[in-house]
């Protein structure tokens, strides 16, 4: 399994070149009936119950441009600017009334690491940034960003000649219910959305663990003027630090297995690699960990799971290893019955069952039928069911995306 994974850019207006990072499919469908052509219907859906809203299709094309599309399915490759922070174009894609039909929308052309956008009451803004390829400025999850107030949200795909990979994802935030549905050689497919009142649940749970426990949980929820919840954001995105908040128990797991064997198994023909604390670090016998020990992580390092002894070092036995330790630490499952033997060890009943773990992460699952909510959340027991909520064709004939909680 590899990481799927949303992770925050530069977000300073001058430098950024995506707020949030352009997704890739993970394991890209081999074409196995014909390849997929590169005309695609787009059904764009609102059942949002809100009658203003636009959307928006983002990506590259297949040479790696930055493009938008137009209501037109036309790939509009953007210029590339003399200055930074320079706005695009308006290639908004107005949705009828909710309820109303369906906006159509005939991808003509591939688009690489895209998303389709959902704004509500207002458009969202774009800028771009020169270079040698120019960079879009996405919509970021800082308050100095100018789509802060604006009620939106996204999912994301690739549309290649392989397939197309579509999924929904709450890695960086919870918020506008988005569900897809898709019909091709795979046949039909869908995934659902969030399902009514999630969204003021998780948000509920977050303040209600801030009140238990202290740490900052409340400040991931982003209200409006009226205290009506607009989104809520990851850890990762947290505007201000956990500071010591993993603290207590990464010191009850590295007392545990200074004397217990950790066996991790890297899954996919990697293998395992079983290790117990030295010193500061985790070391797994057998193992290169690249000249990076596994020491303790910091609380960043455990909810982005991209940085410190925790970084992604690639398709190798230590990213594989990485990966599956930072699922543990994420849901607390090192310390549980069978959690000296990852990730098999521990079924999905033992996760987040520590007073200290990703709580955000917790909410998520206990509110959403389906969807990431951390980068590494595709690791589980081998041949545990997916749980990232995507749809994947190699010749698809149509693709529906629905805003709102009613589903496809």
Not at 101 to 111: E, K, P
Not at 137 to 164: G, I, M, R
Not at 198 to 218: F, M, T, V, Y
Request: hydrophobic share 40%.
């Amino acid at each position: 399994m590899v990481a799927r994974r949303t992770l925050l850019a530069a977000a300073g207006a001058a430098t950024a070149t995506a707020a949030i990072a352009p997704f890739s499919p993970l394991s890209p469908l081999a074409a196995t009936a014909r390849a997929a052509g590169a005309r695609l219907p787009v059904r764009l859906a609102n059942n949002s119950g809100h009658d203003v809203v636009h959307a928006y299709i983002s990506g590259t094309d297949s040479s790696g441009w930055p493009v938008f599309v137009s209501a037109d399915g036309v790939l509009n490759r953007l210029p590339n600017p003399s200055t930074t922070v320079t706005p695009i174009a308006d290639y908004s894609i107005a949705l009828g009334a909710s309820g109303s039909a369906a906006t159509n929308v005939t991808l003509t052309d591939y688009v690489i690491g895209g998303r389709v956008w959902f704004s509500v009451g207002q458009k969202l803004q774009f800028f771009v940034n020169p270079g040698p390829v120019p960079g879009v400025v996405q919509p970021a999850l800082v308050s100095s960003d100018p789509n802060w107030a604006t009620d939106w949200t996204f999912c994301e795909f690739t549309y290649n000649s392989a397939n197309l990979y579509a999924n929904i994802s709450y890695v960086d935030m919870v918020a506008l219910p988005v569900s897809m549905a898709s019909t091709g050689s795979g046949g039909d497919q869908s995934v659902s959305p969030l399902p009514t009142g999630a969204l003021a649940a998780i948000a509920s749970g977050l303040r209600a663990q801030h009140a238990a426990d202290g740490a900052p949980w409340e400040r991931l929820v982003v209200t409006d003027a009226s205290g009506a919840v607009l989104r809520v954001m990851s850890p990762t995105h947290s505007p201000v630090g956990f500071g010591t908040y993993w603290d207590d128990y990464l010191n009850r797991v590295w007392s545990h297995f200074a004397s217990t064997p950790l066996t991790i198994d890297g899954q996919g023909g990697i293998g395992s690699y079983t290790g117990t604390v030295s010193g500061d670090a985790i070391v797994f016998s057998g193992l290169d960990t690249n000249g990076v020990p596994f020491t303790r992580p910091s609380a960043t390092d455990i909810f982005g799971c991209a940085s410190g002894p925790l970084y992604n070092s690639g398709a190798d036995a230590r990213g594989a290893i990485a990966a599956r330790l930072a699922a543990a630490f994420n849901r607390g499952s090192l310390l549980v019955p069978g959690g000296n033997d990852q990730p098999d060890g521990v079924p999905p009943s033992g996760y987040y069952q520590d007073p200290v773990t990703n709580h955000y992460a917790r909410l998520v699952h206990d509110h959403a039928d389906i969807g990431y909510a951390f980068p590494y959340d595709d690791v589980g027991p081998t041949g545990a069911a997916p749980v990232d909520g995507h749809l994947q064709d190699s010749a698809p004939t149509s693709w529906s995306i629905t805003l709102g909680a009613d589903g496809t």
